[in-house]
């Protein structure tokens, strides 16, 4: 009985051992201008748009230049009110052209970007700026939201892009898990050497 539960702890020692593999980081898109357009039919005009994003690092996927983050959460502000997108929402950078911002993937449309020479070489997986440049949009593309249909109409003059990335509680390191397995067995030993 003895020697079962020694080598039970052994090998749950070992197991705590194993490398773990880490969790990927958190990330915060935001990209924000100056907008003129409508929220569900209510024009708004010259008033403070920011769109906030909230993934994983680890969703990010990169092909040709081109790199995406589909996040599980979007919310746009608009002059003081907040709806979430109902739409499939992303954060995106284009290397090639130097844009980086948020596309709506249900329908393959840009809905706000800031053009700047600092994305040539960003990926999304690091925090960055906020940096500042001339803000891109589809007029008349029309975006689902809980408040209604959006739609940018007005040109905007510039927009800027920022990332936060939090990182995420880091598994415990080997070492640490290691010393925690040969404690445990080490306990076992004792005690077994006090019965004898």
């Not at 109902?86 to 948020?102: H, L, R, Y």
């Not at 906020?130 to 040109?155: K, Q, R, V, Y």
């Amino acid at each position: 009985m003895r020697r079962t539960i020694l080598v039970l702890l052994a090998i749950l020692g070992f197991q705590l051992c194993g490398a773990r593999q880490a969790a990927a980081d958190e990330v915060v898109y935001v990209e924000a201008s100056i907008g003129i357009g409508t929220l569900n039919g209510t024009p708004f005009t010259d008033v403070p748009v920011t769109i906030s994003l909230y993934g994983d690092t680890a969703n990010v996927t990169c092909s040709g230049g081109i790199c995406e983050n589909t996040v599980t959460l979007a919310v746009v502000s608009i002059g003081g009110t907040t709806v979430e997108f109902t739409d499939t929402v992303a954060a995106f950078d284009n290397q090639s052209v130097g844009v980086a911002g948020i596309t709506d993937v249900s329908t393959s449309t840009d809905i706000l970007d800031t053009s700047a020479p600092a994305f040539a070489t960003y990926g999304l997986t690091t925090s960055i700026g906020p940096i500042e440049g001339t803000g891109e949009f589809n007029p008349g593309a029309t975006f689902g939201t809980t408040g209604g249909p959006l739609i940018f109409t007005g040109a905007l003059e510039s927009a800027g892009f920022a990332a936060t990335v939090v990182p995420s509680v880091a598994a415990p390191e080997p070492s640490s898990l290691l010393l925690l397995g040969t404690s445990i067995m080490g306990l076992g030993l004792i005690r077994r050497l006090r019965k004898i």
